[in-house]
């Protein structure tokens, strides 16, 4: 762990930005790898935050806890000392405490939301509602206490890549929603920061097609947005074993009779047809990786974890991160 | 063990059921399987079919002739000679949504609707209209009666259940109760239930005019006013569409992956479908790893390799073994999860697809799938 010396500002190793927007396609690891970096970027006394913004409370499952609060509570202790809050941000809370900020609308607005008002204002404007979460993500990015930075990175477990344009181009919805007010200045204030390096976007994907299209997708989509791009991230990789090499039954039943195994026909077969498929995987997932190498950003492996992702594994998962990127 | 087989060959024989849905929640194989489907009933059973697919894979859309985005059923070709017609279609939810627009009311209305920021921000973006519409359309399809069969895809939802609870939630939506309160508190006011908060509908609406600005609270009036006419329309179309898919022409299929949130969702989904009356049909297990050598151990494969290992000389023996060893563990490992959905509806048929060793992307990709059928 030569990084922390050599390249480590107080937002920590090869991961220089501050807020880490983790995205992908549906279901290739989005919550997983942004446990993992949230914990990896906790380590040695930091401390970090991880959000999630879909009510989909991915963060308590993964951490095994209970549904999680609109409140940022320790949700795991980093290796070395360091802690990792979590936040599950609700759009009808996140306009309650705007409104209450700026507008004292305390009792009121709890009463507005019993008959479904609140509910209703954030889901008639999705641009809306993706102002009051980003806004929340920006209000934990920059806040400070003491004049000291409270985190020292916020990771996003973001919307899929579908998404992931939309949610982050705030200004241009609202925009064309609210041409003037607070909801305008603060959407622009999030869009700066969105824009800024202090943001990196990191992509999640496999190596199947779908996901690695879609990636491609959305680097393209945020790239023309302005928005920073930051790793590609390929989760769930199996090693490339046997690429390229002739297996014949002849090979299988000399080594399967070296090894003391029985070489009847049924088992020579099956295993020849079993390292052919194998095979075929894995030309095609070089030709994937080829693709993913061609976006022009740093791209990180994580293994497949045959066991499914344990409170271990993900540290491992935060280990590959830092020292790979 | 005593699960039955689920004949899903059957099913696309057969001249009563009209309309197969594959859901399931995202990744697990949905568009793939009503694709396999739709090909194997034409070319298997003679039925002229059309599949509606949300959001295919590119090159599985290019395979069945949908190059052109026209949010309408186009002819795919390449089928075997013998084949009923079979036609491929995408969703077009803005379309599909400008389209139900555009019937329910005149011309000009519909100018001013589709004008309007908040139809545009709904009509592409609201979570539940890509649900909706793939339901209206089902219901456009079924009255053409041009078609035996209609596959139906599903959108990519994180949860099976949206495709039942998004129209009726975007209805309740479009019903704009909620909307109207908050632009007229006024009207709330007398014997409403919601007399009670009526002061604070005040004290928000001014609010919201003062953060939104005049012009925000024009267009959301606008798009109020201008929805008003069609709401019945849309709420009896998706009750319509609803009672449809409670018809005994209707065969629910539910697609799921050998993974531990696929098969939760797949559980929950099924159980859904009982509670509301709905034909499960069976449940479509996706992805199954198959292991051809299966009579060799996983531990005694690895142990083996180790030995190779030691031995020298063996390279890709020791290597294929290895890969054995990690087939076989995946599959005992899917076995257990799927076990979970088994002991959970133990009555409901269940069909396996093996895991292919690539995409699935073309018409022999789905061939190849629709033999496990
Ligand atoms: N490297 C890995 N090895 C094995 N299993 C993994 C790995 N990464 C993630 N998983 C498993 O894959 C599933 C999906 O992962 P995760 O929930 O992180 O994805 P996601 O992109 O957040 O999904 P969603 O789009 O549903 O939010 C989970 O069951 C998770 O435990
Ligand atoms: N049996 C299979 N073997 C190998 N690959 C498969 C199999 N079934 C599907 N796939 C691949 O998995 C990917 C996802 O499949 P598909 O698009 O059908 O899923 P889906 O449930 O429709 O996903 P979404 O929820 O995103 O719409 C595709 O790339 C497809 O080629
Ligand atoms: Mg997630
Ligand atoms: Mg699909």
Known sequence: MTTRESQDGRTGYGWPARLHVVTGKGGTGKTTVAGALALALARDGRRTLLIEVEARQGIAQLFDRDPLPYQELRIATASGGGEVRALAVDAEEALLEYLEMFYRLGVAGRALRKVGAVDFATTVAPGLRDVLLTGKIKEAVTRTVDGRRVYDAVVLDAPPTGRIGRFLNVTAETARLAKVGPIKTQSE????????????????????????????????????????IG???????????????????????????????????????????????????????????????????????????????????LESLGDLLLTSA | MGTPKLDVDAILADPAIRIVVCCGSGGVG??????????????????????????PARRLAQALGLTELDNTPRMVKGLQPDSAELQAMMLDMKRTFDEVVLEHTDPKRAEEIFANPFYQAMSSTFSGTQEYMAM?????????????????????SRSALDFLDAPARLSRFLDGKM??????????????????????????????????????????????????????????????????????????????????DAVREAVYFAGRLAADRMPLAGLVLNRVVAVPAAGLAADDARAAAERLDELGGHPATAEVLRVHAELA?????????????????????????????????????????????
């Open chain 2, 179 to 260: 909307l109207r309160l908050l632009l007229a508190p006024a009207r709330a006011g007398g014997r409403s239930v919601f007399n009670l908060v009526s002061a604070s509908f005040g004290l928000f609406s001014r609010t919201v005019t003062k953060i939104l600005g005049a012009q925000l609270l024009t267009d959301l009036s606008g798009f109020v006013g201008a929805l008003d006419s069609m709401f019945g329309g849309f709420r009896e179309r998706a009750e319509q569409t609803y009672r449809v898919l409670q018809a005994p022409e209707t065969a629910f299929l539910v697609v799921a992956a050998p993974e531990p």
């Open chain 1, 231 to 313: 790793t590609v991230i390929v989760n769930a990789t199996r090693p490339p074993v046997l690429a390229g090499a002739k297996v014949t039954q002849a090979d299988l039943r000399r080594g399967l009779t070296a090894a003391g195994l029985a070489a009847d026909k049924e088992t020579l077969a099956g295993l020849a047809g079993e390292a052919k498929a194998y095979q075929t995987r894995v030309a095609a997932e070089a030709s994937l990786r080829a693709d993913l190498q061609g976006l022009g950003r740093p791209v990180v492996e994580l293994p497949v974890l045959p066991g499914g992702v344990t409170a271990q594994s």
């Open chain 2, 30 to 55: 949905k568009t793939t399987t009503a694709a396999a489907l739709a090909v194997r009933a034409a070319e298997r059973h003679g039925r002229r079919t059309v599949v509606l697919t949300i959001d």
């Open chain 1, 189 to 228: 204030g999030v869009a700066a920061i969105l824009r800024s390096p202090m943001t990196a976007v990191h992509v999640v994907t496999l190596l199947e097609e779908m996901p690695v299209q879609e990636s491609a997708d959305a680097i393209d989509e945020l790239t023309r947005l302005g928005i920073p």
């Open chain 2, 329 to 373: 563990d995946q599959r005992d490992r899917q076995a257990a999860v799927s076990g979970r959905f088994l002991r959970a509806h133990p009555g409901v048929p269940v069909v396996k697809i093996p895991a292919q060793p690539a995409d699935v992307h073309d018409l022999d990709g789905l061939r190849s799938i629709g033999t496990s059928f």
């Open chain 2, 136 to 156: 209206e359309k089902l219901g456009q399809l079924r009255a053409r009666e041009e078609w035996d069969l209609i596959v139906v895809d599903t959108p990519p």
